[in-house]
């Protein structure tokens, strides 16, 4: 009963906050970005859109670009990207707001809120202990100068922007200028994209190189 009354009052929090997101987006709607976004959902069938698309300045949040929602069966949501990311290229913006919108598309956010449900139910004991392995086989690794193994949380985090990545591709039909993208976070010093999302200790999940390894292969033409 405690464990639920406490999960109640986390979906709560999830969806104030995401209330507030949404809202804030659709009040402060990025008309350029967002004649872009509905382009594309109107490519998807979805003619009266209920994605909106905002900017954000720097250090507001952690990451240059975010997004919440789900598709039930629509798209419903918010995407940010910071405002230093409006002077790039039209096709990487393009790319940009696409991934976002697969996250939505695809239900990373529902799916992100069972998962951090799930992980508060493993009793304490067995999650400490899984912690300390996890530590310990990063450390080895390090040690051993070989490549950290990815546990769950990293896996799951990984499958989700792979799978962003290539819905974005789907629908922008030319994989060059994501590969542009790539190369220029790489230039910029970026080669981890993303840290876990779950968990209590958060390891790389994904490098740059990661996301060019899958789209190369991709077809451009589904
Ligand atoms: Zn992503």
Do not use: C
Not at 55 to 69: E, V
């Amino acid at each position: 009963v405690v464990l639920e009354m406490k999960n109640d009052d986390e979906i709560e929090k999830i969806i104030s906050m995401f209330l507030k997101l949404w809202g804030e987006a659709a009040k402060n709607v990025d008309e350029e970005l967002q004649s872009t976004l509905n382009r594309h959902l109107g490519s998807l069938n979805v003619n009266f859109p209920l994605v909106f698309i905002s900017t954000f300045n720097d250090d507001q949040y952690g990451s240059p670009a975010f997004s919440l929602g789900f598709n039930f069966p629509i798209p419903v949501g918010a995407i940010y990207i910071n405002k230093s990311w409006k002077d790039l290229p039209e096709r990487w913006k393009e790319f940009i707001i696409l991934h976002e919108l697969g996250h939505i598309y695809h239900n990373h956010s529902p799916f992100n809120v069972l998962v951090s449900i799930l992980y508060k139910v493993v009793p304490k004991e067995l999650r400490e202990l899984y912690n300390i392995i996890k530590v310990g086989v990063s450390f080895y690794s390090i040690l051993e100068g070989k490549e950290i193994p990815k546990f769950i949380e990293e896996q799951i985090t990984a499958a989700k922007e792979l799978e962003a990545d290539k819905f974005a591709l789907q629908l922008l039909g030319d994989k060059r200028p994501i590969l542009e993208f790539f190369w220029w976070l790489k230039r910029n010093g970026i080669s981890i994209s993303h840290l876990s999302e779950f968990g209590e200790f958060r390891l790389p999940a994904l490098t740059v190189d990661e996301r060019v390894e899958h789209i190369g292969p991709l077809g451009s033409n589904f």
